[in-house]
Structure formats: C-alpha cells, structure tokens
C-alpha cells in the first residue's frame, strides 16, 4: 500500500472530510515519525509494535553479480518489532 492509497482508505472511511486533507495529514504523520526516529527516539504503539532506531555492525558481504567481497559499513537502520496482540491476529 502507497502512502497516497493509504491516505484514501482514511478518506473513504470518514476518518477525514476531503482526499486533500487526508492526503496533508497522512503527510504530517510520516514527517513526524521520521522526525521522532532522527531524534534517536524509539515509537511505541500499544497491541501494535514498536519502531526503533537500531546500530548495525560492519561486516563482509558479496557482490552479486562478481562474487567480490566487499566491507559493508557500520550503519543505522530501523527495525519493527510487532506486539503481542498484533501477532497473534497476524497467526489466526
């Protein structure tokens, strides 16, 4: 699902009263969510998950298409970590 769909689905569903304002408020959200995990601040959203900015080790990897190996980098990547009611609806 796009952001643009996902701001439709709010609009037909009544959450919002125009497609422009869903679409501004869909925006709004995901600006603050980038914000929040810029500032090194995890998002926890009960029966839901969590998101969280995680430290990734540098290792070896391979390239593909030449088999080469190649140093990946120490990076900063976010993880999800879904809760408990949400995985078990997600196992029904």
């Known amino acids: 699902m796009t952001k643009k769909e996902f701001a439709k689905l709010l609009f037909e569903k009544g959450v919002f ?8 408020k869909v925006d709004i959200i995901f600006e603050t969510v980038e914000k929040t995990l810029l500032d090194g601040e995890d ?21 593909p298409k030449t088999g080469e190996e190649v140093n990946i980098g120490e990076r900063k990547s976010v993880k999800f970590r879904p809760g408990k009611a949400f995985l078990e609806k997600l196992n029904k």
């Open 17 to 24: 009263t125009t497609r422009t304002e869903a679409e501004k």
């Open 43 to 63: 998002i926890s959203i009960i029966n839901w998950g969590k998101l969280e900015v995680v430290q990734r080790a540098p290792r070896l990897g391979r390239n």
